[in-house]
């Protein structure tokens, strides 16, 4: 029933007063987001309640998603903000300063400069176009391979591996552009 349907027309649906539609929406993606978030948390409980922040969030602000975007792309992100505040909040600790502490990222300051350079990466993500954000999403925070994404997106394998080229090369650019350099 809801397999079938576009993320966009579950959102619709969900609007319109049907909040089982939402449902659809939570199925789809929860194990995509929980895996997303276990990934940047390292901690599976951790990942399993921010999820469920997550969709509370998504359904919360549903009225406010562009329908013309991509919905994993707008999910995603409300993930991401979510794991950056959730980290920040844990790892509100002082910094130790010790020189190799910046390369080991089980130090408190290599931890904060690897979120200080994931916030980087993510605000140049935001700046790319939505279909190139999404793709390198898929790409490399869920580890889907190039035939796993040219499934997904019903494209062929050249077309995804050439999109995720130039997605990459128009990340690098805009971080060259805002930030210097990675």
């Known amino acids: 029933m809801c397999e079938e349907k576009p993320d966009a027309l579950l959102a619709q649906e969900t609007l319109r007063g049907d909040p089982d539609q939402f449902a659809g929406l939570v199925e789809r993606y929860q194990v995509r987001i929980v895996r997303f978030l276990a990934h940047r948390t390292g901690n599976l409980d951790d990942a399993r309640e921010l999820a469920q922040e997550v969709f509370l969030r998504a359904y919360v602000a549903l009225e406010?998603?562009?329908?013309?975007?991509?919905?994993?792309?707008?999910?995603?992100?409300?993930?991401?903000?979510?794991?950056?505040?959730?980290?920040?909040?844990?790892?509100?600790?002082?910094?130790?300063?010790?020189?190799?502490?910046?390369?080991d990222p089980h130090t408190p300051l290599g931890h904060v400069l690897r979120m200080e350079r994931d916030r980087r990466l993510w605000e140049g993500l935001r700046a790319l176009p939505d279909d190139h954000a999404h793709i390198l999403t898929l790409r490399h925070d869920l580890e889907m391979s190039y035939d796993e994404i040219a499934a997904l997106l019903g494209l062929p394998l050249g077309t995804v591996k050439n999109r995720i080229f130039k997605a990459r090369r128009m990340l690098g650019e805009r971080l060259e552009e805002s930030h210097g350099s990675v």
């Open 64 to 103: 406010s998603f562009d329908q013309t975007r991509q919905f994993s792309t707008w999910l995603y992100r409300i993930a991401m903000n979510l794991s950056i505040d959730f980290l920040r909040k844990r790892h509100a600790i002082t910094v130790e300063l010790h020189p190799d502490a910046a390369r």
